[in-house]
């Protein structure tokens, strides 16, 4: 039925996770829902499609988890398995400004004018988002390298140069081919149509 989610350069069970949560950024509930039963029956999991839809928070905020939250209760129904809370490992926080810098310096070629902005401008709010950025970004039960993959993919829909940059440079430095981004581009115009396919 839905051909453009057949194995490719990513599974079947990647891309229904990615577009379920790229449906969920957009609020558009009803596609996210069906393929919220698509991704289930590819074999991902309530907390794979949890902690993925979570990682879009940093991009367009809580908006995507109250979207999100029904794409979750229904794969709980379908699966009939309310699953417990994994165990958390500990991940490092950030509590200086200097620190914040430093992993930004890590993760950009050079300082980016958004960041310093916020260390100019929004201290309190450089640390706290730098923690929930680093929080929704690690490796769980979804890679980092489809989380990216979908930012880079909310972006291509939204039209957004500068995430679309920050998040496919991302992608490929974990490993994102060619061919991988053009699967994406492929699912952004399943979702928005031919001017995903422009945007990149």
Same mark, same amino acid.
């Given at each position: 039925?839905? #051909?453009?989610?057949?194995?490719?350069?990513?599974?079947?069970?990647?891309?229904?996770?990615?577009?379920?949560?790229?449906?969920?950024?957009?609020?558009?509930?009803? *596609?996210?829902?069906?393929?919220?039963?698509?991704?289930?029956?590819?074999?991902?999991?309530?907390?794979?499609?949890?902690?993925?839809?979570? *990682?879009?928070?940093?991009?367009?905020?809580?908006? &995507?988890?109250? @979207?999100?939250?029904?794409?979750?209760?229904? *794969?709980?129904?379908?699966?009939?398995?309310?699953?417990? &809370?994994?165990? #958390?490992?500990?991940? @490092? #926080?950030?509590?200086?400004?200097?620190?914040?810098?430093?992993?930004?310096?890590?993760?950009?070629?050079?300082?980016?004018?958004?960041?310093?902005?916020?260390?100019?401008?929004?201290?309190? &709010?450089?640390l706290k988002y730098s923690n929930l950025r680093t929080t929704s970004l690690r490796?769980?039960?979804?890679?980092?390298?489809?989380?990216?993959l979908l930012l880079y993919a909310i972006n291509l829909c939204d039209q957004y140069?500068?995430?679309?940059?920050?998040?496919?440079?991302?992608?490929?430095?974990?490993? *994102?081919?060619?061919?991988?981004?053009?699967?994406?581009? &492929?699912?952004?115009?399943?979702a928005v149509g031919i001017q995903a396919f422009f945007n990149d």
């Amino acid at each position: 039925m839905h #051909t453009l989610l057949e194995d490719s350069s990513l599974s079947k069970k990647e891309k229904s996770l990615l577009v379920v949560g790229l449906f969920a950024a957009r609020r558009e509930e009803q *596609a996210m829902l069906h393929f919220t039963e698509v991704a289930i029956d590819a074999g991902n999991t309530v907390h794979e499609i949890a902690e993925l839809i979570s *990682a879009t928070i940093i991009s367009r905020g809580i908006p &995507t988890w109250l @979207s999100g939250i029904d794409a979750i209760s229904k *794969a709980i129904e379908l699966t009939g398995i309310a699953e417990s &809370t994994l165990e #958390t490992h500990r991940i @490092s #926080t950030f509590s200086t400004q200097e620190e914040c810098v430093s992993y930004y310096q890590s993760e950009f070629e050079q300082l980016p004018k958004w960041i310093q902005y916020l260390v100019d401008y929004a201290p309190d &709010t450089l640390l706290k988002y730098s923690n929930l950025r680093t929080t929704s970004l690690r490796d769980g039960v979804v890679s980092r390298y489809l989380k990216e993959l979908l930012l880079y993919a909310i972006n291509l829909c939204d039209q957004y140069p500068k995430g679309i940059e920050i998040h496919k440079s991302n992608a490929i430095q974990l490993g *994102a081919t060619d061919t991988v981004l053009q699967d994406i581009k &492929t699912i952004c115009i399943y979702a928005v149509g031919i001017q995903a396919f422009f945007n990149d």
